[in-house]
T-cell receptor, first 113, second 115 residues
């Protein structure tokens, strides 16, 4: 049973601060990792993907992956109130030949002015 | 290029009725995934389909639930004899192919409420 764990939060940060969201996964052979953002009542949208150990930066977002520790994180710099949402971590790896992402429960982020 | 289209957005059913949820993938996408989301919970995988084939249905309850993706037309998730516990948001996602780095594109979801 593949598991993806996230702290449900809420994580509350002031505007302009760095928000750090964390995720751990159980399946060592997982190969790809995604962060989706979901606003309340809306559908998830992909914001970052990462496949290799280390950091990957895209604008204000940085994804970090450590396969040895089975840990992936998302940093949001200069947090804005519009970043307030639930952030879902997803992990992908072949399951019987099919690649089906497994999602965590999500971390609720609140950025207050 | 239209995104993933799901309908209806909201569906209300009484216990014992049938619910039919539709999903049209993005143009050029032949892989469809259905997920269920309960309040305060993440997305739970239900079923993965390609055109005319169910590839993986390991997350779908064995009874009352079925899914199809015909050669023509949308993918359908069908729930027979609904119960209150089926109330949830059902999201469909699509991708152009399958692979370790494949990204999913989600529809707006169908919120099913069972009275």
């Amino acid at each position: 049973q593949k598991e993806v764990e996230q702290n449900s939060g809420p994580l509350s940060v002031p505007e302009g601060a760095i928000a750090s969201l964390n995720c751990t996964y159980s399946d060592r052979v997982s190969q790809s990792f995604f962060w989706y953002r979901q606003y309340s009542g809306k559908s998830p949208e992909l914001i970052m993907s990462i496949y290799s150990n280390g950091d990957k930066e895209d604008g204000r977002f940085t994804a970090q992956l450590n396969k040895a520790s089975q840990y992936v994180s998302l940093l949001i710099r200069d947090s804005q109130p519009s970043d307030s949402a639930t952030y879902l971590c997803a992990v992908n790896g072949a399951s019987g030949g099919s690649y089906i992402p497994t999602f965590g429960r999500g971390t609720s982020l609140i950025v207050h002015p | 290029n239209a995104g993933v289209m799901q309908n209806p957005r909201h569906l209300v059913r009484r216990r014992g009725q049938e619910a039919r949820l539709r999903c049209s993938p993005m143009k050029g996408h032949s892989h469809v995934y259905w997920y269920r989301q309960l309040p305060e919970e993440g997305l739970k995988f239900m079923v993965y389909l390609q055109k005319e084939n169910i590839i993986d249905e390991s997350g779908m309850p064995k009874e009352r639930f079925s899914a199809e993706f015909p050669k023509e037309g949308p993918s359908i998730l069908r729930i027979q004899q609904v119960v209150r516990g089926d109330s949830a948001a059902y999201f469909c996602a699509s991708s152009p192919s399958t692979g370790v780095d494949e990204k999913l594109f989600f529809g707006s979801g169908t919120q099913l409420s069972v009275l």
